[in-house]
T-cell receptor, first 117, second 117 residues
Framework: NAGVMQNPRHLVRRRGQEARLRCSPM?????VYWYRQLPEEGLKFMVYLQKENIIDESGMPKERFSAEFPKEGPSILRIQQVVRGDSAAYFC???????????????FGEGSWLTVV | AQTVTQSQPEMSVQEAETVTLSCTYDTSENNYYLFWYKQPPSRQMILVIR??????QNATENRFSVNFQKAAKSFSLKISDSQLGDTAMYFC??????????????FGKGTKLSVKP
């Protein structure tokens, strides 16, 4: 039973380029979260999505950042015109909606490390 | 707004001994979940233990246990028989339970635990 899958694990982009990070949730999970971790800091919430819906994007920067979770395929976190300050680890997480022991428990992927040069 | 505070930036413990990591939180909500996550040098986020606020009994997972004091809004993690593999950053996290839906995780800044041989 595969966990949360993220790719790429490491991504290097020049300033001004676009970065796309992908996340496939655990099987049976319909909730996806994106978090950002800056060096030496904890994780900060960015966005919470369900299939085809953005539920909470209160942690997303207003410009250059967007996220989607289409009906088919992985969730995508897209960062346009990257700047050095976007260098961070981006973690995707997923959870099951309602029933069972794992309800309301969020499981994380291994993270995608973005370096902007 | 909800906040999570971890007052110990770094701690160390001798192998086989017991260590307690502190966490306090602030919320006006009554229904919520509390978590401890471990982030080893590999940077993966690993769920250690989970506690539902409505349960008075403290959660335990093998060598890991919590001391949940709801009135004091305290949620400490005790690691017994510490092992070298326990060396990691430990993050305390909080999530509101909205019943049919769920909130997002709010993290503390973390405690860096070093287990010494």
């Amino acid at each position: 039973n595969a966990g949360v899958m993220q790719n790429p694990r490491h991504l290097v982009r020049r300033r001004g380029q676009e970065a796309r990070l992908r996340c496939s949730p655990m099987k049976g999970h319909s909730h996806v979260y994106w978090y950002r971790q800056l060096p030496e800091e904890g994780l900060k919430f960015m966005v919470y999505l369900q299939k085809e819906n953005i539920i909470d994007e209160s942690g997303m920067p207003k410009e250059r950042f967007s996220a989607e979770f289409p009906k088919e395929g992985p969730s995508i976190l897209r960062i346009q015109q990257v700047v050095r300050g976007d260098s961070a680890a981006y973690f995707c997480a997923s959870s099951a909606a309602r029933q069972g022991k794992s309800r309301n428990t969020i499981y994380f992927g291994e993270g995608s490390w973005l370096t902007v040069v | 707004a909800q906040t999570v505070t971890q007052s110990q930036p770094e701690m160390s413990v001798q192998e086989a001994e017991t260590v307690t990591l502190s966490c306090t939180y602030d919320t006006s909500e009554n229904n919520y979940y509390l978590f401890w996550y471990k982030q080893p040098p590999s940077r993966q986020m690993i769920l250690v233990i989970r506690q539902e606020a409505y349960k008075q009994q403290n959660a335990t997972e093998n060598r890991f246990s919590v001391n949940f004091q709801k009135a004091a809004k305290s949620f400490s993690l005790k690691i017994s028989d510490s092992q070298l593999g326990d060396t990691a950053m430990y993050f305390c996290a909080f999530m509101i339970d909205y019943g049919g839906s769920q909130g997002n995780l709010i993290f503390g800044k973390g405690t860096k635990l070093s287990v010494k041989p």
